[in-house]
């Protein structure tokens, strides 16, 4: 197996953050990039930016050997945000109501742990949906699925305690352990603490393997990517990237009850070369030339398209007059779902991959 820094993947995606209130991700990041980039900050929206100035410089007139007069600038983004819920009501018996913030299939909703995050801490609860229990409910009843706004967060509270603890704006995440399986590692928030790894890791070989590199490389970890790619947006448009790859999740339907068609990527296969989804197409020759360091690199890597969804990479192909963008993925098993699984072996081909590719970007 690669050698996987698990620590930091599971610090990484038992953090609470969703999106709009990414701050505990983002404060554990600037901790761990600490040395790796000369310039740090955090925009007016939350993003963490993060610059590598180039270490060598090819001339042709003033700056690099990109015809800008300047050097390449190669943007990696990565979100911060997990789905999760925002608290809009406490009902007179103290049960919390809840509004989403991002996509959720309410089949995977039912009986699960959570973690109320407030000013004070997070408390502990239990999330079900209204209505009658298995014992008295009619098999009508059973095959009822229910929508977000019917699911509630029971503290275990009198309501006069919860309306002292918890306010309107409150979140709430899922509260699962992450764990490794094997050679897999599950957790709920893999979607997109993967990419915040990918951003972190890939720097840091290239700081460990002091390997030069002409483009000045900024990796932003962005934030409300789950309701928009709103971060995403505004960054691309600061950094004005000539290059762009949005690094997230994909879908791993490698599983009982999906056509191979369908299958999106495959696990242990390496990272996903992504080609397009619903919001960008990728530029097809930086796909090629990505493809081409994973071979010369002996890095497994599979191309990928996905019918529906999007990421952060149209963002910065979007920005001000337009950037060369393109993908860069993890198969995920069970997206969405607090059982959101990767191979670590696909983990370690997107880092290794990004990490052989950026020196040689010019």
């Given at each position: 197996?690669?050698?996987?820094?698990?620590?930091?993947?599971?610090?990484?995606?038992?953090?609470?953050?969703?999106?709009?209130?990414?701050?505990?991700?983002?404060?554990?990041?600037?901790?761990?990039?600490?040395?790796l980039?000369?310039?740090?900050?955090?925009?007016?929206?939350?993003?963490l930016?993060?610059?590598?100035?180039?270490?060598?410089?090819?001339?042709?007139?003033?700056?690099?050997?990109n015809?800008?007069?300047?050097?390449?600038?190669?943007?990696?983004?990565?979100?911060?945000?997990?789905?999760?819920?925002?608290?809009?009501?406490?009902?007179?018996?103290?049960?919390?109501?809840?509004?989403?913030?991002?996509?959720?299939?309410?089949?995977?909703?039912?009986?699960?742990?959570?973690?109320?995050?407030?000013?004070?801490?997070?408390?502990p609860?239990?999330?079900?949906?209204?209505?009658?229990?298995?014992?008295?409910?009619?098999?009508?009843?059973?095959?009822?699925?229910?929508?977000?706004?019917?699911?509630?967060?029971?503290?275990?509270?009198?309501?006069?305690?919860?309306?002292?603890?918890?306010?309107?704006?409150?979140?709430?995440?899922?509260n699962e352990?992450?764990?490794?399986?094997?050679?897999?590692?599950?957790?709920?928030?893999?979607?997109?603490?993967?990419?915040?790894?990918?951003?972190?890791?890939?720097?840091?070989?290239?700081v460990?393997?002091?390997?030069?590199?002409?483009?000045?490389?900024?990796?932003?970890?962005?934030?409300?990517?789950?309701?928009?790619?709103?971060?995403?947006?505004?960054?691309?448009?600061?950094?004005?990237?000539?290059?762009?790859?949005?690094?997230?999740?994909?879908?791993?339907?490698?599983?009982?009850?999906?056509?191979t068609?369908?299958?999106?990527?495959?696990?242990?296969?390496?990272?996903?070369?992504?080609?397009?989804?619903?919001?960008?197409?990728?530029?097809?020759?930086?796909?090629?030339?990505?493809?081409?360091?994973?071979?010369?690199?002996?890095?497994?890597?599979?191309?990928?398209?996905?019918?529906?969804?999007?990421?952060?990479?149209?963002?910065?192909?979007?920005?001000?007059?337009?950037?060369?963008?393109?993908?860069?993925?993890?198969?995920?098993?069970?997206?969405?779902?607090?059982?959101?699984?990767?191979?670590?072996?696909?983990?370690?081909a997107?880092?290794?991959?990004?990490?052989?590719?950026?020196?040689?970007?010019?």
């Amino acid at each position: 197996m690669p050698k996987v820094n698990i620590d930091l993947l599971k610090r990484l995606c038992e953090t609470p953050g969703i999106p709009g209130r990414e701050e505990r991700v983002r404060a554990l990041i600037q901790s761990e990039v600490a040395g790796l980039f000369d310039e740090i900050r955090t925009d007016a929206m939350g993003n963490l930016i993060c610059t590598r100035k180039a270490t060598k410089v090819e001339k042709k007139g003033k700056g690099n050997d990109n015809g800008l007069g300047r050097a390449t600038r190669v943007l990696f983004l990565c979100h911060m945000d997990e789905i999760g819920f925002y608290v809009k009501g406490i009902d007179d018996q103290g049960f919390i109501r809840l509004n989403a913030a991002g996509g959720f299939d309410t089949r995977n909703l039912f009986s699960r742990r959570v973690l109320v995050c407030t000013d004070g801490g997070d408390l502990p609860g239990v999330m079900n949906p209204g209505g009658r229990p298995v014992h008295i409910a009619s098999e009508e009843d059973k095959k009822k699925i229910p929508e977000v706004k019917e699911f509630f967060v029971d503290l275990g509270m009198k309501p006069d305690k919860v309306r002292k603890n918890v306010k309107i704006g409150d979140y709430v995440v899922m509260n699962e352990p992450a764990m490794q399986m094997g050679d897999k590692f599950v957790s709920k928030a893999m979607d997109n603490r993967v990419a915040c790894w990918i951003g972190i890791e890939s720097v840091r070989a290239i700081v460990e393997k002091k390997a030069a590199h002409a483009c000045d490389l900024t990796v932003v970890f962005t934030v409300q990517e789950e309701v928009g790619l709103r971060g995403a947006h505004t960054a691309s448009f600061g950094v004005e990237p000539d290059i762009a790859i949005g690094i997230d999740v994909t879908l791993a339907c490698d599983t009982p009850g999906v056509p191979t068609d369908e299958m999106i990527t495959k696990h242990g296969s390496g990272c996903g070369l992504h080609i397009m989804d619903s919001s960008f197409i990728a530029d097809y020759r930086l796909i090629n030339e990505l493809e081409a360091v994973a071979k010369k690199n002996k890095i497994p890597a599979q191309r990928t398209i996905l019918a529906r969804g999007g990421q952060d990479g149209a963002a910065g192909q979007q920005a001000r007059t337009g950037a060369r963008a393109a993908g860069i993925v993890v198969g995920t098993r069970y997206i969405h779902t607090v059982t959101e699984m990767v191979d670590l072996v696909d983990l370690a081909a997107a880092r290794d991959l990004l990490a052989a590719w950026a020196p040689t970007v010019k």
